[in-house]
């Protein structure tokens, strides 16, 4: 006896046909909610990328300029 209880009931085909298609119509709609917020995240998120890959790239160049300019002062210093 684990105590559980079951009821059973009964339901029209008609009714269950329509709850059926209520079901369907919102998996539909939760769907496109569910696409429309990851289009919108992907929009917002790109310039973010774009700004994050500027920002590498400025700084390989600041490093590399550095880079050069140390073997200058060094250069300069051993002459």
Known sequence: MSGEKRQYVRVEDRELRRLREQDRRLRSLLQAVREQ?????QQRLA???ERARLQERETQRLKTGLRDLERETTRASVQ
């Open 47 to 49: 310039p973010l990328e």
């Open 37 to 41: 917020a990851r289009r919108e995240f």
